[in-house]
């Protein structure tokens, strides 16, 4: 099991009301089958709704083609990947890297404004193949399919609208639903944990975007097996809430209906919620029938804008992040460490020689000693023998992540955008809901001093 990862202190004791995302959240998936079989629904779509060549239906998937946290500008048909303060680090067209100058030819100031409409966001697990497919088609678009493909802003808006379709219309559920043991992951440590909490006092709900008959399909799938305290899910969990529209759930004031577990029909909600299953609704009126201060409720999942952004900035509520590919990047960057240590023994030396270049150049500029430039030259030699060394290591460390765009938290030396998201908004995350129900429920996650660059010592 992994560790849960702390932002902002958060005490388990005064927390009373713990929601819970469904997919990829609560219940686990496949993430490389499922993303696959949404590209897959995709191109049919993209060929049967909206008159795309057949020849797209040859496009395989690649689930290392994009990861999360990149954006799309989909007005020139590029995905990006930005450090915490909008700037462009990686940045491809279709399939092909464009270089730094290129970049800055294209973007002139390489700093994006993520409120302009031009720009989508890779928020969440099931936008992989969203992205690499838009990579795909725009490769196809600059070579073979020229004239038969739209313009790139026409292919992100249809890449939208049909993978939301195939979310709706039960494309991708109707093969989960005949193939669960290939797209969902059991995991009884889950139920035994939250059982344990709900042992503790704290009363469990789920929030969820997927409907009724989905969701109780994945719960008796997935929970009811390994149930001990409790007769089936709808007796551990003290609320269940369908279709809820988030982020919507969490601003609007949508009306909740009562659905019937026994036939699935449903009747307007009258009066205080009480303990069953909904469609519908909103935050807003969950905490006040529940009569809850929004610290007392602590909310999980694993879409940075629906389930944590949004929640964070209208309703209050604690937030904790999934973030599933934190685990494998762990393990990754531990495995990392040797190669990071001598690239940090290299640029130890490269740094002090670096200086001395510096202060040699500025005597020779500012007294006239022009006897100093074979020492400069010298030095300069020392620097690019160092960089000779850096170079293959960097290349070794890149080559254990993402073969395109590396980490999913970094980009470089920096935080990536989807990090700084991470930071600001979710109190605490972990790669699974089970690393947190291993702890007590009584724990108290104390967030880390963190030094501001005035409070570390200066080599400047």
């Known amino acids: 099991m992994g560790k849960v990862y702390v932002n902002r202190t958060l005490n388990l004791k005064r927390i009373n009301y713990i929601g819970l995302d469904m997919d990829h959240t609560l219940i686990r998936y496949n993430s490389q089958n499922f993303e696959a079989l949404a590209h897959s629904v995709m191109l049919e779509k993209l060929v049967k709704e909206k008159g795309y060549p057949n020849t797209i239906l040859n496009l395989k998937f690649s689930f290392d083609r994009a990861i999360r946290g990149l954006v799309i500008d989909k007005h020139?048909?590029?995905?990006?990947?930005?450090?915490?303060?909008?700037?462009?680090?990686v940045s491809y067209h279709g399939l092909q890297n464009l270089d730094f100058n290129f970049q800055k030819k294209v973007y002139k100031s390489s700093y994006i404004d993520m409120s302009d409409p031009d720009y989508d966001k890779v928020d969440t697990s099931f936008s992989i193949a969203f992205a690499g497919l838009f990579m795909q088609l725009i490769e196809l678009k600059k070579t073979s399919e020229r004239d038969s493909l739209p313009d790139f802003i026409t292919i992100a808006n249809d890449l939208n609208e049909v993978l939301d379709r195939g979310h709706r219309d039960g494309s991708l559920k109707s093969v989960v639903r005949s193939r669960l043991e290939d797209f969902i992951v059991k995991d009884p440590h889950i139920v035994e944990g939250l059982e344990r909490y709900v042992k503790h006092g704290k009363k469990v709900f789920i929030v969820t975007n997927s409907d009724y008959s989905y969701t109780k399909l994945l719960l008796d799938h997935a929970i009811n097996p390994f149930l001990k305290a409790h007769k089936n899910w709808a007796d551990l969990f003290e609320f269940v809430i369908t279709s809820a529209q988030k982020p919507r759930f969490f601003f609007d004031s949508l009306k909740f209906l009562r659905i019937d577990t026994?036939?699935?029909?449903?009747?307007?909600?009258?009066?205080?919620?009480?303990?069953?299953?909904?469609?519908?609704?909103?935050?807003?009126?969950?905490?006040?029938?529940?009569?809850?201060?929004?610290?007392?409720?602590?909310?999980?999942?694993d879409h940075i804008y629906g389930d944590i952004v949004r929640l964070k900035k209208d309703c209050a509520w604690r937030t904790a992040l999934v973030v599933e590919e934190l685990g494998d990047e762990i393990d990754k960057i531990n495995e990392a460490e040797p190669t990071v240590e001598k690239i940090n023994a290299l640029m130890d030396q490269k740094v002090p020689v670096e200086r001395e270049i510096d202060k040699l150049i500025s005597r020779k500029i500012e007294k006239g000693e022009s006897q100093l430039s074979e020492q400069i030259d010298r030095l300069l030699g020392s620097i690019s023998e160092i960089d000779r060394k850096i170079a293959p290591l960097i290349q070794q460390q890149q080559k254990l992540f993402n073969p395109y765009w590396g980490e999913v938290m970094r980009v470089g030396i920096e935080e990536s955008y989807f990090a700084y998201q991470v930071e600001r908004f979710a109190c605490v995350y972990m790669s699974q809901l089970g690393d947190l129900l291993r702890l007590s429920p009584r724990t108290y996650f104390r967030a880390p001093k963190r030094p501001m660059a005035h409070e570390m010592q200066s080599d400047y």
């Open 76 to 89: 020139r048909g590029n995905v990006l990947k930005l450090s915490r303060y909008g700037a462009i680090r």
């Open 262 to 301: 026994n036939d699935g029909s449903m009747i307007n909600q009258e009066g205080p919620l009480t303990k069953g299953v909904y469609q519908g609704g909103c935050a807003n009126v969950f905490t006040n029938d529940l009569k809850l201060n929004p610290d007392e409720i602590l909310y999980i999942g």
